[in-house]
């Protein structure tokens, strides 16, 4: 099956501590995306990637890292510079920048204990 | 950066009612999209609807680009169809990546 895939579903991690979430997507898409989501609220960009070995801030990039290394995957750092960091994060992918319809992930629940 | 609103913010309604969701975006857009998102947080999607009309079953949508809105209309609700919807945009000319609207919690009671 075609899709897009978030690993873990969830994750509990110790304050000062980096934690990496996972995406990986087999659709052949060139264009990924990291949103974070808070309860009661939309989803915000984190950071997107039109193309491997580039990526760009979106509104809310303090505190995360990315890395395009291979079409398929594209990785989510949550540093310890990350404030706030206990959300709901959900990758997303689209054929390119220009064929902008997105399809999403089911999403990794980090919990910041 | 673009406005997106949504409204209303909750519906509560029995099953077999009809409902209208509106979005209103503040600026030009090249993608907006409507969204279902299920109690495990799944993101669904429903329409990638920038202009015109559309219909899947039970749900439509209509955008109007040039009064900057859109609307999705869920006919015959089902208890199944309780969760939020999103309505997202892409601004012409703008950032890459979806801007979301705060969403509407809809319940459908039995």
């Known amino acids: 099956d075609g899709g897009i895939t978030q690993s873990p579903k969830y994750l509990f991690r110790k304050e000062g501590q980096n934690v990496t979430l996972s995406c990986e997507q087999n659709?052949?898409?060139?264009?990924m995306y990291w949103y974070r989501q808070d309860p009661g609220q939309g989803l915000r960009l984190i950071y997107y990637s039109q193309i491997v070995n580039d990526f760009q801030k979106g509104d809310i990039a303090e505190g995360y890292s990315v890395s395009r290394e291979k079409k398929e995957s594209f990785p989510l750092t949550v540093t310890s510079a990350q404030k706030n960091p206990t959300a709901f994060y959900l990758c997303?992918?689209?054929?390119?920048?220009?064929?902008?319809?997105?399809?999403f992930g089911q999403g990794t629940r980090l919990t910041v204990v | 950066g673009i406005q997106v609103e949504q409204s209303p913010p909750d519906l509560i309604l029995q099953e077999g009612a009809n409902s209208t969701l509106r979005c209103n975006f503040s600026?030009?857009?090249?993608?907006l999209q409507w969204f279902h998102q299920n109690p495990w947080g799944q993101l669904i999607n429903l329409f990638y609807?920038?202009?015109g009309t559309k219909q899947n079953g039970r749900l439509s949508a209509t955008t109007v680009a040039t009064e900057r809105y859109s609307l999705l209309y869920i006919s015959s609700s089902q208890t199944t169809d309780s969760g939020v919807y999103f309505c997202a945009v892409t601004p012409r000319g703008g950032a890459d990546g979806l801007t979301f609207g705060k969403g509407t919690h809809l319940i459908i009671q039995p």
């Open positions: 659709l052949n898409h060139d264009a």
């Open positions: 997303a992918s689209s054929i390119t920048r220009f064929v902008t319809e997105a399809f």
């Open positions: 609807i920038p202009s």
């Open positions: 600026d030009s857009v090249n993608n």
